[in-house]
């Protein structure tokens, strides 16, 4: 069963605008991943935010994660049409190296 | 990052077949994962396939209807047997290098059973 919510479930923005996804999940986790999707293609993956990391960057993205609430969010600026994908968090629990996956957001950058 | 080629891309096959999809790494990797991805779906776990020994499945899954195979470190297959049409998914392979490391994917497997 899937171990998070995200919100959410789809996302509709102009080019320029930020976007703003989020995920909560329900158990302790070593670490959570964002990847993207493009048209159900594989997965790519985008920022890995350990359980003791509050937030990180990499270029146009910013992770956040709060452990005390069971959520992360995950924040595009300045949005191009390119960024038009599916969204979804993973979560790696204590329990194993097995992923699991959010329900997603679908995003769409209008241009 | 590891380099997965996953075939086929895609394929309709009939109702009571079975299909083996392949996962060929560029580089040897601890873990190897097959995941489920219904329509407008997220993903699902499958199993773990095990390098030399039996696949290790999440509920809901069984060996007889997705067996696995997992020969060495650098490819694994999955076989979706005797399909129905609520097979129609995409298959995805996915590889890591243990706990606390990013997953990598393959393309994945558009099947659709008719």
């Known amino acids: 069963s899937q171990q998070g919510e995200e919100d959410p479930q789809a996302l509709s923005i102009q080019e320029g605008e930020n976007a703003t996804m989020n995920c909560s999940y329900k158990?302790?986790?070593?670490?959570l991943q964002w990847y993207r999707q493009n048209s159900g293609r594989g997965l790519v993956h985008l920022i890995l935010i350990r359980s003791n990391e509050r937030e990180k960057h990499s270029g146009r993205l910013r992770v956040t994660l709060d452990t005390s609430k069971k959520s992360s969010s995950l924040l595009i600026t300045a949005s191009r049409a390119a960024d038009t994908a599916s969204y979804f968090c993973?979560?790696?629990?204590?329990?194993?190296?097995?992923?699991?996956f959010g329900a997603g957001t679908i995003l769409r950058v209008k241009s | 990052s590891a380099v997965i080629s996953q075939k086929p891309s895609r394929d309709i096959c009939q109702r009571g077949t079975s299909l083996t999809i392949q996962c060929q790494v560029d580089s040897q990797v601890t873990m190897m994962f097959w995941y489920r991805q219904q329509p407008g779906q997220s993903l699902t776990l499958i199993a773990t396939a095990n390098q030399g020994s039996e696949a290790t499945y999440e509920s809901g899954f069984v060996i007889d209807k997705f067996p696995i195979s997992r020969p060495n470190l650098t490819f694994s297959t999955l076989t979706v047997s005797n399909m129905s049409p609520e097979d129609s998914s995409i298959y995805l392979c996915?590889?890591?290098?243990?706990?606390?490391?990013?997953?990598?994917f393959g393309q994945g497997t558009r099947l659709t059973v008719v």
């Open positions: 993973a979560t790696d629990a204590r329990r194993g190296n097995k992923l699991v």
């Open positions: 158990t302790s986790i070593n670490n």
């Open positions: 996915s590889v890591s290098d243990g706990p606390g490391t990013e997953a990598f």
